[in-house]
């Protein structure tokens, strides 16, 4: 298959990095500045769509589009934050997490929703999910967001302590590119 030309709809340079490793075979940049919707939907995959479908309008003809829509779900809070992760986690987002669990529950997981829109507005998907609870404490100077209190099902390590070479294999977001590329062939 040729190298797709991709636009990822999103101006967040972290995020196109990411993704860039996930998806080495395609030419990835950044949606052009310029003000994004709301992301308001009910679930990972509308927002996803949302981010999608205003890139369609505005990229090349030629170009496919990319979007992403993750958060961390907890137990103890019933599975929020989840689509609200980005709002919730303004500031302390660490703290939170940790006062959220505390005497309660620490099993939660991070989601992903990733979907491809081809210049025909064909849609493709993937969601990734992994499981795992959240640290007595932070821990481990890698990764960002919740990483250094979230430890996944299987280690005693947080995320930021295995690095950014165990992301590029198992994250949420890995575990996501994975199924879209999957679902591509």
Not at 59 to 85: F, K, M, N, Q
Not at 114 to 127: A, K
Not at 154 to 180: C, F, I, M, P, Q
Request: aromatic share 6%; hydrophobic share 40%; charged share 30%.
């Amino acid at each position: 298959m040729e190298a797709l030309r991709v636009v990822l709809a999103t101006q967040n340079p972290g995020k196109v990095g990411e993704l860039a490793e996930l998806f080495p075979d395609w030419s990835l940049e950044a949606l052009p500045p310029g003000e994004m919707p709301p992301e308001d939907g009910e679930t990972y995959l509308d927002n996803a769509r949302i981010k999608a479908r205003y890139g369609r309008l505005v990229v090349p003809a030629d170009r496919w589009v990319l979007a992403d829509d993750s958060g961390i779900e907890l137990d103890a809070l019933e599975g929020g934050p989840g689509v609200l992760t980005a709002r919730w986690a303004e500031g302390r987002h660490v703290e939170k997490a940790l006062a959220a669990v505390e005497g309660r529950s620490r099993e939660g997981r991070y989601v992903c929703e990733l979907v491809l829109l081809s210049p025909e507005r064909r849609e493709v998907r993937g969601t990734g999910v992994l499981e795992g609870r959240v640290a007595d404490g932070p821990s481990g100077d890698g990764g960002f967001g919740f990483d250094p209190v979230f430890v996944p099902r299987g280690h005693e390590r947080t995320v930021a302590d295995l690095g950014d070479d165990w992301k590029r294999e198992h994250s949420h977001r890995a575990l996501a590119a994975r199924a879209l590329l999957d679902a591509l062939r």
